[in-house]
């Protein structure tokens, strides 16, 4: 077990002064990216605290339903991280999410909301440097799009 | 091929009488300018037995090919009216296969059409009620069975007297290609005309075979010949034309002489074609299909020792 | 089974364009086995569009449902409560046959078709479908070695492949299989080509869409 469960809820930053800071959620398959994240942990990597990472079995089961309920209830960013191509322990969940993802840009692109909000990554089990690059790389990059469709929402103050 | 002659086509006596046949194509105007056929007209007259007017060939809206073949006839000249399945269905092409022959239209030729996807109004709607096939049976029907496709009877003096041609495309699947020219002899096709042969050993190939099956003898077969006019036309008709194939030969000849003498060299080519072709068993005549430049034919009929043609 | 795909999202949102409540309503029927119009695609339609209300700081409230088939008036009967809440555009992601039936049943309503029915016919693969049929209403498909000059010749021949076919492929687009190339193949194989030789006659369109719109009648199941 990784000495902070990744599945842990966090709340969401406070409203208030201050940079902003984004709301991602991270879909990590269990046979990689979720190891990764437990290895970045003891480790003692930083990375960005705002990255609320979802244990799933395989990429495979990642969908776009998922990503959309993610930003419909807050989110600023998702991405899902799977094995690297050719590692699937379900032969090909990796490819078949990475396509499910490439097909919500273009989604989200069609209702005007920036088709960088979600993204696919793929990495190893043993990768915890690159678990912890990824999550500074796109909450970095959500950082810039600002806030997302549903804080946009919400009356200010 | 027996007994008298189905038609007042000239095109059919001259083939009747065993004489090396010769067509031309005509593609009328996209305009209503009755001078711009009598022009292409008078270029072919004394040239050619026949002269095929297309129908809204490729797709593109241009004159019908039955106003343009009636100004023809005017011209003297006997013409082959196209009829394509895209544009018409069975009510239209059987009246408009009467309207020709009262015009004194001789000769028909069914053919599918090329698909509206080509043309320049891709976004309509397409016919084909019936295909190059059964219009053929349709026009034979009513010439020798005096029957409408309704079983309409038509009076003995009233039945169209079409001499009936069918188009004879090259294309794949190649062994099946002489299967379907049967069919259309069986149809009711009197004779058929190719589409440009570039590659003679393929060409030889089916004539074989269309000899073998004693298809010659029930119809007569046309070969069809366009002159190559430069070096791009050739690797354009190699690439993206199906069933056309030019060989790497004469592909080579043409590369080998200078931009501005290609046409001239193209010109040589059909003539040697046409020689080959004098002397294939089972070859009737040639069609010369000389897209937008007609006005060749002649130079190309002379040079190939055709002349005289039949007169008017 | 009908196939059909969705509307592009800019013509939808036209549709229900100033309503603050609208309905999706789904169909269990040939939209769901081919990914266009079932539960699963009218969640994302509605998740896509509120997200698109609220980008602009505006709230939809987009409810979900799913019949068991639109086009059967049982079961668009039995939906009449969901419509009690007064929705500002209703859109029926069945196909077309669906938004037709919802309409007629509540002519109150404004019902909107969020899917267009491409073709009939079957998947060739997991997310791809192509057309098999036209509904001629006199299949010959025997006559082709199991194959449809109908549905699957860009002209319909019935006595091809005309000038076009190129290497097994038609002429209209490089992408799509010259199915008299297939018929000749198919037959060739079986030894059956020799059936090819005779021309098949006319076809008699009657009983296609030319004849009019179609009915069928089976009095043994009228009540």
Same mark, same amino acid.
């Given at each position: 077990?990784?000495?902070? #469960? ?8 406070? #409203? ?5 800071? #984004? ?135 | ?7 007042? !086509? ?23 300018? %009755? ?7 008078? %270029? ?48 239209? %092409? ?42 053929? $049976?349709?026009?034979?029907? $009513? ?50 005309? !190719? ?19 004693? =298809? ?14 430069? =070096? ?21 000849? =043409? ?40 006005? $060749? ?16 | ?21 609208? /309905? ?15 539960? @699963?695609?009218?969640?994302? +339609?509605?998740?896509?569009?509120? +997200?698109? &209300? ?5 709230? /939809? ?14 079961? *668009? ?32 309503? @404004?019902?909107?078709?969020? /899917? ?6 079957? &998947?060739? &693969? ?27 010749? &860009? ?28 018929? *000749? ?17 006319? @076809? ?20």
């Amino acid at each position: 077990m990784p000495d902070h #469960p990744p599945t842990e809820p966090r709340s969401p930053a406070p #409203p208030g002064p201050g940079p902003f800071e #984004p709301r991602v959620i991270a879909f990590c398959c269990q046979y990689c990216a979720y190891s990764a994240a437990d290895m970045a942990g003891s480790m003692r990597l930083q990375y960005p605290s705002n990255v609320e990472i979802v244990l799933v079995p395989c990429t495979g089961r990642f969908d776009a339903i998922l990503a959309l309920k993610a930003l419909e209830g807050g989110a600023d960013g998702v991405y899902a991280a799977g094995c690297l191509e050719g590692s699937c322990h379900f032969l090909d969940g990796n490819v078949r999410a990475r396509k499910r993802v490439t097909h919500l840009k273009k989604e989200l692109e069609s209702v005007g909301v920036d088709p960088g909000r979600v993204e696919m990554y793929n990495l190893s089990a043993s990768q915890g440097p690159r678990f912890a690059e990824i999550a500074r790389e796109f909450s970095g990059r959500i950082a810039e799009l600002g806030p997302g469709p549903a804080s946009r929402s919400k009356p200010p103050g | 091929m027996t007994g008298g002659l189905k038609s007042e !086509s000239r095109l059919e006596r001259a083939l009747a009488s065993g004489r090396f046949a010769v067509t031309g194509e005509l593609g009328p105007p996209r305009n209503a300018r %009755a001078a711009d056929v009598e022009a292409k007209c008078r %270029a072919l007259k004394g040239s050619v037995d026949a002269v095929n007017v297309t129908d809204n060939q490729t797709a593109v809206v241009r004159m019908s090919s039955l106003a343009a073949s009636v100004i023809a006839l005017r011209e003297g000249l006997d013409p082959v009216m196209q009829m394509v399945c895209r544009d018409r269905n069975r009510i239209a %092409a059987q009246s408009d296969l009467l309207g020709a022959a009262a015009l004194g239209v001789n000769n028909i030729i069914a053919l599918s059409g090329d698909h509206q996807r080509f043309g320049d109004h891709p976004q309509s709607k397409n016919v084909y009620d019936l295909d190059s096939v059964s219009l053929i $049976m349709a026009i034979r029907a $009513m010439r020798d069975q005096g029957r409408l496709l309704s079983g309409q009877e038509l009076p003995e003096d009233g039945r169209p007297r079409l001499f009936i041609a069918a188009f004879n495309p090259f294309a794949d699947p190649e062994g099946y290609r002489v299967v379907r020219a049967a069919k259309k002899v069986e149809a009711g096709a009197d004779f058929l005309q !190719s589409q440009c042969v570039y590659d003679m050993p393929r060409f030889r190939r089916f004539m074989e075979r269309a000899v073998d099956m004693g =298809l010659a003898e029930k119809a007569y077969f046309m070969a069809g010949i366009t002159p190559l006019k430069s =070096l791009g036309m050739a690797k354009y008709m190699n690439n993206n034309v199906p069933g056309i194939t030019v060989p790497d030969s004469l592909i080579a000849r =043409l590369k080998g002489v200078p931009k501005d003498r290609q046409p001239e060299e193209g010109v040589a080519i059909a003539c040697e074609q046409i020689e080959e072709m004098k002397s294939l068993a089972g070859v009737s005549g040639v069609h010369l299909m000389f897209v937008e430049w007609e006005h $060749m034919i002649p130079v190309v009929v002379e040079k190939a020792g055709l002349l005289p043609r039949s007169e008017a | 089974m009908i196939i059909a795909s969705r509307k592009p999202i800019d013509e939808i949102k036209g549709f229900i364009a100033g309503s603050g409540r609208i /309905l999706i309503v789904g169909c269990r029927g040939c939209v769901t086995v081919c990914n266009s119009g079932g539960a @699963k695609e009218v969640e994302i +339609l509605a998740s896509l569009l509120r +997200l698109d &209300a609220m980008k602009g700081g505006a709230k /939809l409230t987009a409810d979900e449902c799913t019949l068991e088939r639109q086009c059967d008036p049982e079961y *668009v009967d039995g939906f009449a409560p969901r419509l009690a809440e007064g929705y500002g555009a209703v859109l029926s992601m069945a196909c077309p046959i669906g938004p037709q039936y919802l309409a007629e049943r509540f002519p109150s309503e @404004k019902v909107y078709p969020a /899917l267009n029915a491409c073709f009939m016919g079957g &998947a060739l &693969a997991h997310g791809v479908w192509a057309e098999r049929c036209q509904a001629c209403g006199d299949c010959v498909v025997h006559l082709f070695a199991g194959l449809c000059p109908v549905s699957r010749c &860009a002209k319909s021949l019935l006595n091809g492949p005309c000038g076009g076919s190129a290497e097994g492929k038609c002429e209209v687009s490089g992408e799509t299989d010259c199915v008299w190339h297939l018929i *000749v193949e198919r037959m060739e194989a079986a030894g059956t080509i020799g059936e090819l030789a005779t021309p098949r006659p006319l @076809k008699d369109w009657r009983t296609s869409r030319d004849g009019g719109p179609r009915k069928i009648v089976r009095e043994e199941l009228v009540r």
